[in-house]
């Protein structure tokens, strides 16, 4: 994967393991979590929902994050959830980086993948990369290729991967997390990222916190959490990362950081769109 979209997923992530909760721990001696746990179901994926957020470096917005959930649709009798994520780098850092990337997901309700495509576009073309996920005979189909402005679509490559059972990409996973936040516990989570599976850990600590963010005039109620990514995006972002998400039924992710090679990455909700929804007030 290039550095552009293994920062996407790791902002994504960031996003989506901001919560904490209540319930049991996963035993040290697991290493990795393909099973469903209890979730909230009806409560995080709301067709018309949109977030936006702020990525900064220090002083410097460098580019933003838009989750939205287009769609509920039947897909051999199962309903599923479409849902679209967008990167876009801050047009004043053109000169360092230019990303314009989409992701594209259909999830269940347990908020497992089902299909999942990027689309990273250049001045030259858009690269498109996709996953299609057969549960019933454990294995995922993964395609890349191309699309230029003359309108010819190239396909680069086709692989079949065995998995070992419901998987995650870094957009399902966003969605993944705010299901399931009301649990504690410890845990790996196998996701995709392209055609390697790598694990990520998560620590849900149920801890009630205050967190101040820019769009809102008084503090917000989230739980926290915190956990380790394996490996290395564009900015040096790597390693340890904290979340925080509100504490209600909607559990929307509200702040997030990840250590860089110097310093440290924020993501910051700036926006929202969910009915009446507003940021939970943080009361002592």
């Known amino acids: 994967m290039n550095g552009g979209r293994k920062t ?21 001696s697991e290493e990795a979590f393909h099973g469903i746990p209890d979730g909230e179901s009806g409560t995080v994926l709301v067709v018309g929902e949109e977030l936006e957020y702020s990525v900064r470096y220090s002083f410097f917005d460098i580019g933003t ?5 287009i769609s509920k649709e039947d897909r051999g ?4 959830y479409r849902a679209v994520t967008t990167m876009d780098s801050s ?19 347990a ?19 996709s996953m299609v996920f057969d549960y019933v005979k454990n294995r995922m189909f993964y395609t890349t290729g191309e699309r230029r402005p003359s309108g010819i679509t190239q396909v680069l490559s086709l692989d079949t991967v065995s998995i070992t059972g419901p998987s995650q990409d870094g957009l399902s996973l ?20 392209d055609a390697e599976e790598e694990l990520t850990r998560i620590r849900f600590t149920a801890e009630r916190k205050s967190v101040s963010i820019r769009a809102v005039s008084y503090p917000v109620e989230t739980v926290y959490l915190d956990g380790t990514a394996k490996f290395v995006g564009v900015f ?30 924020e993501i910051q909700l700036t926006s929202w769109k969910r009915g009446s929804w507003q940021p939970p007030r943080f009361v002592d």
């Open 8 to 28: 996407l997923f790791i902002l994504s992530l960031l996003v989506a393991v901001a919560f904490g909760g209540a319930g049991k721990p996963l035993p040290p």
């Open 65 to 69: 994050i838009r989750f939205r959930v």
């Open 77 to 80: 009798g199962r309903a599923v």
């Open 91 to 109: 047009p004043g850092l053109s000169w360092l980086l230019n990303l314009h990337i989409r992701f594209i997901g259909l999830l269940d309700s």
């Open 111 to 129: 908020m497992f993948s089902h299909t999942w495509m990027s689309e990273d576009s250049t001045t030259e073309s858009v690269g498109f990369r």
């Open 174 to 193: 966003f969605y993944f997390a705010r299901e399931y936040v009301r649990q504690k516990w410890e845990l790996q989570v196998p996701t995709f990222m």
């Open 236 to 265: 040096g972002v790597t390693g340890d990362f904290e979340g925080w998400f509100s504490n209600d039924a909607a559990r929307i992710p509200i702040l997030a950081k990840m250590k860089v090679l110097l310093g440290n990455v």
